[in-house]
């Protein structure tokens, strides 16, 4: 037995591994509590600098610590502080505090106080080396291309440095050629595209550019179908368009002593408290917008009230409602009259219907999309149940043409749903807005009566573009939530029956409702029917179908919310 290495056993194992880690514990607490109060006693020195570092090599992500070690760098080259080191010795005092940052980066490579700690050591030395920095950022990304902090840490460095945008596209599309599934690549990729390569349109990309980058993403979805980075890129490649923000509508009711103004996009209350100028009868008029209740911080649709004496009916009226820039020069007019006796009256921008809800597209831009939903469709016959080919055909037939495709779209979005189960409340949100969109995009000037029944619809979007309808059916589907119909502000008749609506929360204030239809709905408690008591004109009620209804005296409850109801059916 002499001679042969004594083997330790499990249990003696680890009794030692605790003994070393109670070890540790406490000369980390030691050194917590002396850092600790040397901070209390303000002592800024060499020996805080020697113990923080050894605390956060072994625990980087102690913010507490980073922040004592920033005081201490702080008052070392504070020129009133007694011990305050010379610009060279700061200079190397800096350098070590880099080294040590590198050591703790290597224990944890994610680490948002390293990170933000090397961002705060370089903008406080005297003499940062920033290709140094970039280096070592590209060796980081080698190691892990996915890791966020670094490409950000990467940002800060080239704003401090020379190294332009057109310089970073060409880095990522070394990353992109090396890795398709580089996400990170690709999104930074997106922000640099309209920076170096700006078209005339806001935030957008030069045409010729955005072609080339097709064919780059199309390389790389053809090489692995099934890699979501690549798919991601295609689709913001699809959706770059941003349209200006324009005046869709102006419509001035003497009725309801109300002007409503519905923009092409969501503003919140400060945006048109400054940039809308409104005169009547060539008089600047000061007004309160308000928002529609639910929509309160940002809506697309705004109203106002004016006096009685404005609005009365035995006088013309003349209302111009200016969309202003910054400098308030106007950008967006609309005008609107209402003739003697005239109760009502509405101006819309003239928009063609094919520039509603997608960005118009050039002959050439149309060319390359054909072929890329081509190719993509070619790519779905391979792989059958691809959920990412798929939804980029559904993306491309929408970008081309949404009326034409609207059966293909439809189907495809049927399958998703078979096929990604555990997304299927999405794909139902989303054929619920592409329907609304086909929807509203058919709809002629001088509508005011819409139906979209029996459609499956789960979610109500784009109910601004339906602001002037007298009429709307939405009966026989699958609507829970009513909240974006208080955008619905000239509604006379709404028909909702055969849904799965729980309460009527989004039909306060809808002044002009006079008739409501909530058959075989999922409406339980009166609670629920209370916000029907702010449509003062509400003169029909048809709730048979609901459990509700079969509660105890249920006339003398309802009468109670709506005394002034005509007819009730339950």
């Known amino acids: 037995m002499h001679g042969r290495l004594k083997v330790k056993t499990t249990a003696e194992q680890k009794a030692e591994k605790e003994k070393e880690r109670q070890k540790k514990l406490q000369l980390f607490e030691t050194g917590t509590q002396k850092i600790f109060e040397k901070r209390k006693l303000k002592e800024y020195d060499d020996e805080g600098l020697s113990i923080s570092g050894q605390i956060l090599q072994a625990n980087p992500d102690f913010y507490t610590c980073w922040n004592i070690r920033r005081e201490i760098l702080s008052m070392l080259k504070d020129q009133r502080c007694l011990f305050c080191r010379t610009e060279e010795e700061f200079q190397q005092l800096s350098q070590e505090e880099l080294y040590l940052l590198e050591n703790c980066l290597r224990k944890n490579p994610k680490s948002y106080g390293v990170w933000n700690q090397r961002e705060w050591i370089l903008l406080f030395m005297p003499h940062p080396d920033w290709e140094r920095e970039l280096q070592l950022c590209n060796r980081f990304l080698d190691l892990d291309e996915r890791n966020f ?65 097709y064919d780059l993403v199309q390389n790389a979805v053809f090489t692995d179908p099934s890699d979501q980075s690549a798919w991601f890129y295609h689709r913001w490649l699809l959706g770059r368009g941003e349209k200006p923000l324009k005046l869709n509508l102006l419509l001035v009711s003497r009725r309801i002593k109300r002007i409503t103004v519905q923009f092409t996009g969501p503003v919140q209350k400060p945006f048109i408290q400054n940039h809308i100028q409104m005169t009547v009868n060539d008089e600047v008029v ?138 299927k409340n999405y794909y139902s949100d989303l054929r619920s807005r592409f329907i609304m969109e086909n929807t509203v995009e058919r709809l002629s000037e001088g509508d005011t009566e819409i139906v979209v029944v029996n459609q499956d619809l789960t979610t109500l979007y784009h109910l601004d573009h339906l602001v002037s309808m007298k009429v709307v059916d939405l009966s026989k ?56 008591e702010y449509c003062p004109n509400l003169q029909q009620l048809y709730l048979s179908g609901n459990p509700v209804c079969q509660e105890n005296k249920f006339r003398e409850e309802i009468k109670g919310i709506l005394p002034c109801l005509g007819f009730l059916d339950y």
Not at 162 to 173: A, Q, R, S, W, Y
Not at 389 to 398: D, I, K
Not at 406 to 419: A, C, M
Request: proline content about 3%; some cysteine; charged content about 25%.
């Open 149 to 213: 902090h670094c490409w950000d840490y990467r940002r800060f460095v080239c704003k401090h440095s020379n190294v332009g945008p057109d310089e970073e596209l060409k880095f990522t599309l070394k990353k992109v050629e090396a890795n398709f599934s580089n996400y990170s690549a690709w999104h930074y990729r997106s922000s640099l595209l309209p920076i170096v390569h700006p078209s005339s349109d806001r935030n957008s990309v030069a045409e010729e550019i955005l072609l080339k980058e």
């Open 286 to 423: 000061e007004v309160l917008w308000k928002a529609p209740s639910h929509l309160k911080f940002s809506s697309p649709v705004w109203h106002c009230e004016l006096s009685e004496e404005l609005l009365k009916g035995q006088s013309e009226l003349s209302v111009t409602v200016n969309l202003t820039d910054n400098d308030g020069h106007p950008v967006d007019t609309l005008c609107c009259y209402l003739n003697t006796g005239t109760t009502e009256a509405q101006c819309t921008t003239k928009i063609q219907w094919c520039d509603l809800f997608r960005t118009e597209l050039s002959s050439v831009t149309t060319s390359v999309l054909e072929q890329e939903l081509e190719s993509c469709k070619q790519l779905n016959e391979l792989e059958v149940d691809n959920k990412w080919v798929l939804l980029s055909c559904v993306l491309l037939m929408r970008a081309l043409d949404s009326q034409r495709f609207e059966s293909q779209t439809l189907e495809f979005i049927d399958h998703l749903q078979k096929i990604d189960s555990t997304r």
């Open 477 to 532: 589907n699958k609507i829970s939530s009513l909240v974006p119909a208080c955008q619905l502000l000239c509604i006379e008749q709404l028909y909702l029956d055969d849904n799965c609506i729980a309460d009527c929360c989004g039909l306060e204030d809808l002044p002009c409702l006079t008739t409501l239809k909530l058959r075989n709905n999922c409406i339980k408690i009166f609670a629920s029917l209370k916000p029907l």
